[in-house]
């Protein structure tokens, strides 16, 4: 499933190893444009600043 998505995209399938299932889900059902979903696939391991 995921392959078929990503495999016409080259820039975002090496990317896409690196998710879990769960977040795979979640930008494929979320994220409408290419763009959007380079966006999260590139985000989602960044952590907000801890703030005090």
Not at 23 to 48: C, D, L, S, W
């Amino acid at each position: 499933m995921i392959f078929e998505i990503y495999r016409d995209k080259p820039k975002l399938a090496p990317l896409v190893r690196e998710l879990t299932w769960t977040n795979n889900i979640i930008i494929m059902a979320r994220a409408k444009t290419e763009e959007a979903q380079e966006f999260y696939i590139k985000n989602v391991h960044k952590k907000p600043p801890f703030k005090t």
